[in-house]
């Protein structure tokens, strides 16, 4: 059978099996005009790929090994975040819970609505018999300070503790010609807010816990709660008797 | 971990760049435009890369070849397609062969430059264009062209000898045309 144009192709390409090139080739032998017809098909192809420019572009070169490297980023990003997932949430989640933990145990801003909940929940762990020698130290300098020519104030007893924020406290039973006073001091808060000002003096903050009203002044670093059933005006007079250091 | 993939990156970086004339010559010639055609590379690159995992080893040419003209088919020739003016059915591929003038190829050709071949090559219409391209400059197997175009190996049998058949048109015509051979030389008597 007389191959067809497809078969020179393919003979020229190399893409016959033996025994179909043996077949063509047969046919070649005898057949002039199909051996012109191989031959020119053989020079085209030699042609053309002599001829065919071979085209550089290293510009496209640079831009792609430039996209490859944007790719591997984008990988290692990808990569970190996937394999890390349950530990960045954890670690984002235990950072909230310890970050909740500091804020509530060490923060130095309280708001008014804490101050009820840290006095309440005081629990003295030792009576004033307990002292050590730095805390009656410490008594006896707040009192000293103190105004006693006008209406002295007694202390009746005191405790050592601490709220359920595990912030260490005092809690001193006060009394003067007035009655009973509770004047708790708080350690570690610079600030409390949300209390209503009291007067002109900013520093002397109150409230009202049921009957009692309760003033708050920071010093040093302590708050200072004094709890009495009197009116605000008479307690941040007592309050400045007893931190005269203050005005 | 990170070293494998640095070690994957630079493997093919070493490969893609020993094959990076043949990827963007192949990208040019079937775009016919350069700045399509850098497109095209570089996505065929980036696809390449993403797949290289997949890649079995054999002829990364074949391989990256393959991409570049499927994304050409599937992206790029779609907003192009049109008539395919001057091209021929691939059934007529199968008739006898028949003596289609006897110019001596020595007229045909040693005249000619790179610049006339692309020239020419560029003319034939696309499905032919992209078989005896990727047969006669890349040399890749009819099975490969056929996985590259994707079409049946028979396809690509008839595509390149019809492509070729055109191509020699096109070079008569330019030789024609500058006086490298005369119409009388175009009888084949």
């Given amino acids: ?120 929940s005081f629990t003295p762990d030792r009576s004033s018999i307990a002292f050590t020698p730095d805390e009656r130290k410490y008594v ?108 | 971990m990170l070293f494998g993939r640095r070690d994957k990156r630079d493997a093919f970086e070493r490969q893609a760049e020993r094959v990076f004339p043949s990827i963007y010559g192949t990208a040019l010639r079937l775009c016919r435009s350069r700045e399509e055609a850098e497109d095209l590379v570089q996505e065929a690159m980036v696809r390449a890369y993403e797949a290289y995992d997949r890649f079995d080893g054999s002829n990364f040419k074949a391989w990256i070849l393959r991409i570049v003209t499927n994304l050409y088919i599937n992206r790029y020739r779609q907003r192009q397609r049109g008539p395919q003016l001057g091209s021929l059915d691939d059934e007529n591929a199968s008739e006898p062969v028949g003596l289609e003038g006897e110019i001596p190829d020595r007229l045909l050709f040693d005249e000619a430059l790179g610049t006339e071949v692309e020239a020419a090559l560029a003319r034939v219409p696309d499905d032919f264009r992209t078989a005896v391209l990727l047969s006669d400059i890349e040399g890749l197997s009819y099975q490969e062209i056929a996985d590259a175009t994707q079409v049946p190996i028979g396809t690509v049998r008839s595509r390149i000898a019809r492509g070729r058949a055109l191509l020699r048109k096109e070079l008569e015509t330019y030789a024609l045309k500058e006086g490298l051979i005369k119409v009388s030389d175009l009888d084949p008597g």
């Fill in chain 1, 140 to 247: 006896q300098g707040l009192f000293n300070q103190a105004d006693k020519s006008v209406n002295s104030i007694t202390l009746e007893r005191f405790y050592v503790g601490s709220n359920d924020d595990g912030r260490r406290m005092r809690r001193y039973f006060l009394r003067d010609g007035g009655g009973r006073m509770v004047l708790d001091v708080v350690e570690g808060v610079r600030s409390i807010e949300g209390m209503t000002v009291h007067g002109e003096d900013p520093r002397y903050k109150s409230g009202n816990m049921g009957q009692a009203t309760t003033i708050a002044w920071v010093k040093d670093g302590s708050a200072l709660l004094l709890t009495a059933e009197r009116d605000p005006s008479s307690l941040v007079e007592i309050a400045k008797r007893i931190c005269p250091g203050d005005e």
């Fill in chain 1, 1 to 120: 059978m007389k191959p067809t144009l497809e078969d020179l192709h393919s003979l020229a390409d190399g893409e016959l099996s033996p025994a179909e090139s043996q077949d063509v080739i047969r046919e070649l032998n005898s057949d002039a005009g199909l051996t012109a017809e191989y031959q020119r098909v053989l020079r085209l192809k030699q042609f053309v790929l002599q001829h065919a420019e071979v085209l550089q572009n290293e510009d496209a070169w640079r831009v792609s090994v430039a996209r490859l490297t944007e790719i591997d980023r984008t990988r290692r990003v990808d990569s970190f975040v996937t394999r890390n997932a349950w530990g960045l949430c954890g670690v984002i989640f235990a950072s909230l819970v310890v970050g909740g933990m500091l804020q509530r145990n060490s923060a130095s801003n309280v708001s008014g609505n804490e101050v009820a909940r840290m006095m309440s």
